[in-house]
C-alpha cells in the first residue's frame, strides 16, 4: 500500500493543484468543498485507497460528531465512538497480531491515512464537539479536519478550535508570503532529504556499536531526527502558508531547552498541546475536584506520568515506548518538583536571577540534551525479542 | 510609522539582488534535496 511520500512528483502535483485551484476562489463554501475534493483527491491518486470506504469511514465520523453536539444519546455515542477509535488506533498499532485475530485487511489502509494522527483528531474534536466547546464540523470540514493531506505524513496535529476559529477565506497571499511559503517548502525538503539524509549515511549505525561511538551516536541520532521531523513539519506549515489554510507550527529550537517541561514546549509543539487539552488539565482537574484544591504537586505528578505513559504508548504499543514516555514523564515530574521547591525556598525574584546565571541555563541544556538523546535511544535501539 | 516601516520591509524584500539570492538560495535547496532523494544511495559508499 503506497504511503505518503514527500519525494514522489504525484504529491508535489497535487499540492500545486491544490494551491492553484483554491487561492482564486473567494467564495467559502465552495473552497471549503475544494478543499475537501483535493484530500480525498490526494487519498484515491496518492495512496490509492478505495474513496468510497474512506468517505463511509469519514460520514460515520461526521454523524458521530453531530449526534454529540446535539444533546441526545451523546454520552453513549461518545463512548462507543471512542471505542471503535481505540479498536482501529490498536489495529493499526498492532500489524502483526491484527493478523492474526483476523482483522488485518483494513491495517494498510490505516497505515497509508497515518491513523495515529487521524486519532487524536478525532479524540480532539470529539472532545470539543461532546463539551460544547464548538459546534460538530460540516461533512467538507469533517473531511478537511480529519485527513488535510499536507498533514498527513507526520503532523502537526491541529486543534480543532483553531481549525474551525481560522477565516473561511483567508487573505491573498502576498508575493513575499508566496516566497516565504516556498523558502520553508525548500528548507524541509534540504533538512530531510540532504542535511539528515548526509548525517545518516555517515554516522548512524543502528546502534550496532558500542564504546565510546555509542555516546556519540546517542547525540548525532538526536540530531537526525529533529532534522527529519522538522522537515517534515516545515514542508506541512510551507504547503499550508500557500494553501491559504493554518497549519501550526511543531518546533521551536528544542535542542536549547533547558529542562524537560522547556523541552515539550519546543518539541512537537501540537502534540505537547494535544497532550494537555485532552488528558493532562482534565485529568488534573478532575483530581483537584475530588481533593478540593489541595495536593497540587501530587496532582501534577499524577497527571504528568498517565499522560506521558499514554504518550509513549500512541508513539508504539510496546515497551521501548512505553520506557520512552516513562522517561519523558519522569523528566516532568522533577522538574516540576524542583521547581516548585526552588519557588519555596528562593521567592519568584530569587528564581528569576537562578534562572539568569549562565552556568546553570548551560548545565540545565546540557542535561535536557541528553535525557532527550537517551530517550531516543530506547526507542532506536535493537533490542533483542523487540521490534519497537 | 509602522505601516510604512512594513511597506518598506516588504518592498525591499522584492528588489534587486535580495530577491535574487533568496531564489537562488530556495533553488539550491530544492535541487540538492531532488537530487539525493533520487540518487542519494548510489552517490554514498555502501560499504559503510
Same mark, same amino acid.
Given at each position: 500500500m503506497p504511503m505518503v511520500d514527500l519525494a514522489s512528483p504525484v504529491f508535489w502535483l497535487i499540492t500545486l493543484i491544490a494551491v492553484a485551484v483554491m487561492t482564486p476562489v473567494t467564495h467559502a463554501e465552495l473552497r471549503k468543498w475544494l478543499w475537501a475534493g483535493v484530500n480525498l483527491a490526494f487519498i484515491a491518486t496518492m495512496l490509492r485507497l478505495r474513496v468510497l470506504e474512506v468517505a463511509g469511514f469519514l460520514l460515520a465520523a %461526521?454523524?458521530?460528531?453531530?449526534?454529540?453536539?446535539?444533546?441526545?444519546?451523546?454520552?453513549?455515542?461518545?463512548?462507543?465512538?471512542?471505542?471503535? &477509535?481505540? =479498536?482501529?488506533?490498536?489495529? *493499526?498499532?498492532?500489524? /502483526?497480531?491484527?493478523? &492474526?485475530w483476523g482483522v488485518g485487511a483494513v491495517n494498510p489502509a490505516l497505515a497509508a491515512v497515518g491513523f495515529?494522527?487521524?486519532?487524536?483528531?478525532?479524540?480532539?474534536?470529539?472532545?470539543?464537539?461532546?463539551?460544547?466547546?464548538?459546534?460538530?464540523?460540516?461533512? &467538507?470540514?469533517? =473531511? *478537511?479536519?480529519?485527513?488535510?493531506? %499536507?498533514?498527513?505524513?507526520?503532523g502537526p496535529i491541529q486543534s480543532y478550535e483553531d481549525f474551525i476559529d481560522q477565516p473561511a477565506v483567508p487573505k491573498p497571499v502576498?508575493? /513575499?508570503e508566496a516566497l516565504e511559503a516556498v523558502e520553508r517548502i525548500a528548507l524541509g525538503l534540504f533538512k530531510k532529504f540532504v542535511v539528515a539524509y548526509i548525517i545518516g549515511k555517515l554516522f548512524l549505525t543502528g546502534f550496532n556499536v558500542s564504546g565510546p561511538y555509542m555516546l556519540f551516536e546517542v547525540q548525532v541520532h538526536y540530531l537526525w531526527f529533529y532534522l527529519d521531523f522538522s522537515g517534515y513539519s516545515d514542508i506541512a506549515v510551507g504547503i499550508g502558508k500557500l494553501m491559504g489554510v493554518r497549519t501550526p507550527e511543531n518546533f521551536d529550537k528544542p535542542y536549547l531547552a533547558r529542562n524537560m517541561i522547556d523541552f515539550w514546549d519546543r518539541w512537537h509543539i501540537s502534540l505537547s498541546l494535544w497532550v494537555r487539552r485532552n488528558l493532562f488539565i482534565p485529568m488534573q482537574l478532575a483530581m483537584a475536584r475530588r481533593t478540593r484544591g489541595k495536593r497540587a504537586l501530587l496532582i501534577a505528578t499524577v497527571a504528568f506520568t498517565v499522560s506521558f505513559l499514554l504518550c509513549g504508548l500512541w508513539h508504539g504499543i510496546?515497551?521501548?515506548?512505553? &520506557?520512552?514516555?516513562?522517561? %519523558?514523564?519522569?523528566?516532568?515530574? /522533577?522538574? *516540576?518538583t524542583y521547581r516548585h521547591h526552588l519557588t519555596k525556598r528562593l521567592g519568584t525574584k530569587g528564581v528569576k536571577a537562578y534562572k539568569e546565571k549562565l552556568i546553570y541555563r548551560l548545565l540545565g541544556q546540557f542535561i535536557t540534551f541528553q535525557w532527550v538523546a537517551f530517550s531516543l535511544l530506547v526507542i532506536a535501539y535493537p533490542w533483542k525479542g523487540f521490534e519497537p | 510609522m509602522n505601516e510604512s516601516i512594513a511597506e518598506k520591509a516588504s518592498g525591499d524584500d522584492l528588489s534587486g539582488w535580495r530577491w535574487t539570492y533568496r531564489l537562488l538560495r530556495v533553488t539550491v535547496m530544492l535541487v540538492a534535496a531532488y537530487w539525493l532523494s533520487r540518487t542519494g544511495d548510489a552517490f554514498f559508499y555502501q560499504g559503510f
Open positions: %461526521h454523524l458521530a460528531l453531530r449526534v454529540l453536539g446535539c444533546g441526545t444519546w451523546r454520552r453513549p455515542v461518545a463512548l462507543a465512538g471512542l471505542a471503535c &477509535a481505540l =479498536v482501529l488506533f490498536v489495529i *493499526n498499532k498492532l500489524p /502483526v497480531e491484527s493478523e &492474526a495515529s494522527y487521524v486519532f487524536l483528531r478525532l479524540i480532539d474534536v470529539g472532545r470539543v464537539v461532546y463539551e460544547g466547546g464548538r459546534p460538530p464540523p460540516d461533512p &467538507a470540514s469533517t =473531511v *478537511n479536519y480529519l485527513v488535510p493531506f %499536507h498533514m498527513l505524513a507526520a502576498t508575493a /513575499v510496546s515497551w521501548p515506548y512505553f &520506557a520512552w514516555g516513562a522517561m %519523558h514523564a519522569l523528566g516532568l515530574v /522533577v522538574t *516540576n | -
